[in-house]
């Protein structure tokens, strides 16, 4: 070993770190937490099942609401789709921005484990970023807060809107496009065109809303949102 | 019958099956040095200790996707450094941990260890505040690679970096403290 590496070796003895604390009861009554939640997720999860069974039948759909919401996102069933084209995935989200200027725009702190990009947009309660994933283009928007929400105005049969086993409230949106709206409060910038969105995933962690939209299949948007949010 | 204390791939397979104690016992082993990574990268006690848990708390959700066999420590501190990371970017801060020396001395006639005394006073000061003069990025690699004690393979996990960077890296550290050092 070279001599500067012994040295930093022996200074390596010297340095001063704080005490690591013992996190074992802290991470146990988070896990205990976790375990007795999971049966209140299934039960939502189950009546999201409801929902959709219920959304494929005519005579049931006409009596269930029209409208329902997940975290900062609101799903509305409508007879006909509103007018609206394709446009880019991130059409309307602002400039690209470093990681730390769409932070300190959008008042959110970004979670994405994997993997990086180097561009973001951002509003306030909202921070965004594309990622390449399995080679095609997903936009990964995160929301908190009430300064954004987004409503999904989709007609069904045409597109399905599916539970997804991801956090503590997932769903699926696939099939016929649906048209996006973001809602942002007046005064806060120029508003955003709505535009037609493919598939959808959409979930919630405590107080943020995750939406991935991509050409991904079911299983390959999981994936990525698991790593995510991991 | 007496039974043999579980080693650590025991563990994990309980663990994977929802054993939360056997899960504790992953926690205790390895809580030191994934706080003492996370102090490193998040630069603050609290930061760290909260990236810790959160660390722990992430891996305990993914252990389903943790391929058996593969070593548990560069994954765990994968996680438990990307929580660092978020908090580092969070706190917007710029200002970089500054290493220190530990104040205390050994007491009475205990002889230093061999390592310690391979150093003089003199030495350590003039090494450690080469050390903190280095870039934030090359510094955080010596002080996980010699001073919280990792492998390259690990440091790369952490960091989320190519092997290959953290080796290039590590080699422009060491030829910038060989210059200032000497």
Redesign the interface.
């Known amino acids: 070993m070279?001599e500067?590496?012994?040295?930093?070796?022996?200074?390596?003895?010297?340095?001063?770190?704080?005490t690591?604390?013992?996190?074992?009861p802290?991470?146990?009554e988070?896990?205990?937490r976790?375990r007795l939640a999971r049966p209140f997720a299934l039960a939502v999860a189950l009546l999201v099942v409801a929902f959709g069974i219920a959304m494929a039948v005519p005579p049931a759909r006409s009596a269930i609401l029209r409208f329902f919401h997940i975290g900062a996102v609101t799903v509305e069933r409508v007879q006909r789709l509103p007018a609206a084209r394709e446009r880019p995935l991130a059409t309307g989200l602002g400039p690209a921005r470093t990681?730390?200027q769409a932070?300190?725009r959008s008042g959110v702190?970004?979670?994405l484990?994997?993997p990086?990009p180097q561009h973001f947009y951002a509003r306030p309660g909202l921070i965004a970023t594309l990622l390449q994933y399995r080679g095609k283009p997903v936009l990964l928007a995160e929301l908190q807060g009430d300064q954004l929400g987004i409503t999904k105005k989709l007609a069904a049969p045409d597109t399905r809107v599916e539970p997804a086993d991801m956090g503590s409230f997932g769903l699926w949106i696939t099939g016929g496009k649906h048209v996006i709206y973001w809602e942002t409060r007046p005064g806060e910038g120029s508003q955003i065109k709505p535009r037609l969105a493919g598939n959808v995933l959409i979930w919630t962690q405590d107080s943020r809303t995750f939406r991935l939209e991509g050409d991904l299949r079911e299983e390959q948007m999981l994936e990525l949102a698991?790593d995510i949010t991991? | 019958m007496v039974g043999r204390p579980l080693d650590e791939s025991d563990l994990i397979g309980r663990a994977k099956r929802g054993d939360t104690h056997a899960y504790e016992d992953l926690v205790y082993a390895h809580q030191g040095i994934a706080f003492r990574t996370a102090y490193v990268i998040a630069g603050n006690a609290a930061d760290a200790e909260e990236a810790a848990q959160d660390g722990f708390v992430k891996a305990w959700r993914a252990l389903g996707r943790f391929r058996e066999g593969a070593p548990f420590r560069p994954w765990l501190l994968r996680i438990v450094a990307n929580e660092a990371r978020n908090r580092r970017r969070s706190a917007g801060r710029r200002a970089h941990l500054a290493l220190r020396a530990a104040t205390e001395q050994p007491s009475g006639d205990a002889a230093p260890s061999p390592e310690a005394a391979f150093l003089s006073a003199e030495q350590r000061e003039s090494l450690l505040a080469a050390v903190n003069e280095l870039p934030d990025d090359q510094r955080t690699v010596i002080s996980l690679r010699y001073f919280v004690g990792l492998s390259e393979h690990e440091t790369a996990e952490a960091l989320g970096l190519p092997a290959g960077t953290v080796k290039s890296r590590t080699a422009r550290a060491l030829e910038r403290l060989r210059e200032s050092y000497g």
């Open positions: 070279a500067l590496e012994r040295a930093l070796a022996a200074l390596a003895g010297e340095i001063e770190f704080p690591a604390p013992d996190l074992r802290r991470v146990r988070r896990l205990e976790r990681l730390d932070q300190a702190t970004l979670i484990h994997a990086q698991r991991r």
